[in-house]
Every structure is written in C-alpha cells, then in structure tokens.
C-alpha cells in the first residue's frame, strides 16, 4: 500500500505548498531572502498567480498587468548561485534554471529590499 504524502512545493523544496512558498503567496509571510523570493516567484508561475508575482515585482519595473500562458508547464526550478539577499543585504542576484514543457529559462535576476520586503528589479538570460 503506497503512503500519501503531501505534495512538495513546485519551488522544488520538500515542503508541502502550504508551508513553503503558499505562505508567501497568502501573504502570512514575508520572503526572507532573495532566493525565497525567487522561488516563491517560480511557484506562483507554476500555480498562475498574476496578483503574487506583481506585487513582487519592484514598483519601477512592474507592468501594468500580467497575462500568463495556461498551457505553459513549469516542470522544475534548479537554483545555480545567489549573491547577496540575506538579511543582511538590501540586494542580491539568484541565478537559476527554471524548466518548463518544451524548453528551459536560464535567467540571472536581480532583487532589492522595498520597505523591508524583498521584490524582483530585473532579469539576464544567459545561453541554455
Ligand atoms: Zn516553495
């Protein structure tokens, strides 16, 4: 007989959802680090939450509106390095893979605190 368990966090962290990047999203929580945030911010594109990813985006930068694709499939995010984005910073860079169904994002993102909250300012692609 096979034990259900509950489903890790689409950020790739063993935790389920709820208490990984669904307490960002809730807004019960706040991203301590750039990295979280990155990773909440992946999940959010992986669950289709406009609203989270631009209230998480920094003020300066953040578009009008959001649509996202709902036939795209995010399939796994792999975080490469991080600079910066502790609580110590007030910015810092993750660089990551994000995976989806047909391809894969390689991206360098930069990341500012705003009023203590840590929010997305820009992003490099960089080669597949
Ligand atoms: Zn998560």
Redesign the pocket.
């Given at each position: 007989m096979r034990v259900m368990t509950p489903r890790s966090?689409?950020?790739?962290?063993p935790?389920p959802?709820q208490e990984?990047?669904?307490r960002f999203h809730r807004g019960v929580a706040a991203a301590p680090t750039a990295e979280a945030l990155m990773?909440?911010r992946y999940?959010a594109f992986a669950r289709q939450d406009a609203e989270y990813l631009l209230r998480t985006w920094h003020p300066r930068n953040r578009p009008a509106r959001l649509d996202l694709d709902p036939r795209m499939r995010w399939t796994g995010l792999e975080i490469l390095g991080t600079t910066g984005g502790s609580a110590f910073h007030t910015t810092g860079t993750v660089t990551f893979r994000a995976s989806y169904r047909g391809g894969v994002l390689h991206e360098r993102s930069r990341f500012e605190r705003v009023d203590g909250a840590w929010v997305y300012v820009d992003g490099d692609f960089l080669p597949e």
């Amino acid at each position: 007989m096979r034990v259900m368990t509950p489903r890790s966090c689409p950020c790739g962290l063993p935790e389920p959802y709820q208490e990984c990047c669904g307490r960002f999203h809730r807004g019960v929580a706040a991203a301590p680090t750039a990295e979280a945030l990155m990773r909440s911010r992946y999940s959010a594109f992986a669950r289709q939450d406009a609203e989270y990813l631009l209230r998480t985006w920094h003020p300066r930068n953040r578009p009008a509106r959001l649509d996202l694709d709902p036939r795209m499939r995010w399939t796994g995010l792999e975080i490469l390095g991080t600079t910066g984005g502790s609580a110590f910073h007030t910015t810092g860079t993750v660089t990551f893979r994000a995976s989806y169904r047909g391809g894969v994002l390689h991206e360098r993102s930069r990341f500012e605190r705003v009023d203590g909250a840590w929010v997305y300012v820009d992003g490099d692609f960089l080669p597949e």
